[in-house]
């Protein structure tokens, strides 16, 4: 079993930056991908970037932050971090922590979810 803490998140004025991180803890696991997804009242959980691990893909990021957030991850610390920077209020949300990989003899396929942190921008 693999599990996500996320940290960080609050409120900030518009214009303003936070960080997000999220550690994933375990035994025996691997990751494919680590990445931040988020989601408003009565909305659908949308993509806000991810990071595949070497040789799995490319970073990405959602049309609506790219230039402004930034994804990154440690692969030593099995950490993915978030920062966000010129934020807006229509990044008001709660953001959810994602790792996909594989744990155990078998190699048992994991799609985790961290527990979700709010961020609040508003003046």
């Known amino acids: 079993q693999v599990q996500l803490v996320e940290s960080g998140g609050g409120s900030v004025q518009p214009g303003g930056s936070l960080g997000l991180s999220c550690a994933a803890s375990g035994s025996d696991f691997r990751i494919y991908a680590m990445g931040w997804y988020r989601q408003l009242p009565g909305k659908q959980r949308e993509l806000v970037a991810v990071?595949?691990?070497?040789?799995?893909?490319?970073?990405n990021y959602a049309d609506s932050v790219k230039g402004r957030f930034t994804i990154s991850r440690d692969n030593v610390k099995n950490t993915v971090y978030l920062q966000m920077n010129s934020l807006k209020p229509e990044d008001t949300a709660v953001y959810y922590c994602?790792?996909?990989?594989?744990?155990?003899?078998?190699?048992?396929?994991?799609?985790?979810w961290g527990q979700g942190t709010q961020v609040t921008v508003s003046s």
């Open positions: 994602n790792a996909a990989g594989d744990y155990g003899f078998g190699r048992t396929r994991f799609n985790y």
């Open positions: 990071v595949p691990s070497l040789g799995l893909g490319t970073t």
